[in-house]
């Protein structure tokens, strides 16, 4: 019943038909999620070894270091993996707001009864 | 260029092919991510309902209560929606460990140079 991937120490991210794995990042800081993105075996490889977050764009079609245009740059603190391999964590030191609308999280609104409520 | 999706207090999921949006847990308390899934719909009108998190499990194919077998619930403090609407962030109190492996988080592996390490 033993699940080498789920107890065993190889790193065997298990990618989807798109080839592709979850990734949440959190700020070391705050502990707030910042954003959910999707990292392939390149991104996963060049954010490793950049020690910089780099996913993979499904609306490009391309690797896209996060900040790479704004300079909004997440540091890789840590990663981690879960119990079946297809998703990543990762805990980084944001250089600047981390979402696209200068919010220093995407999750900038709570569901509440009415609608959405900004938050910050 | 402004998208109501992103800007408005509209709760608008942007469900993906398959009907579903990814969902982050992370606990009120120690600020851990705890689980990755997915919600449906139905999943989040039940989470929503009921306060205890509620995924679409693809693997059986069914709504699936968080704990609904080992008493391990996950009750809900409040969620987020990111910019985009297509992710959710769940902030929530465990009843006990979120992992089926018994670990407090299914994030319970760091990805180091030499593989995975154990870090509860």
Known sequence: M????ETG????PKFDSAGLVTAVVTDRATGCVLMVAHMNAD?????????EATFFSRSRGRLWKKG??????LRVVEMRVDCDQDALWVIADPAG??????APSC???RI?????????
Do not use: K, M, Q, W
Not at 9 to 12: G, M
Not at 43 to 51: D, P
């Open 2 to 5: 033993s699940d080498p991937r």
């Open 9 to 12: 120490t190889a790193f065997l």
């Open 43 to 51: 991104a996963i490889a060049a954010t490793r070894a950049s020690g």
């Open 68 to 73: 790479e245009t704004s300079g909004n740059v």
């Open 97 to 102: 707001p981390a979402c696209h609308t200068g």
């Open 107 to 109: 999750f900038y609104r």
């Open 112 to 120: 509440g009864d009415g609608g959405l409520e900004r938050i910050d």
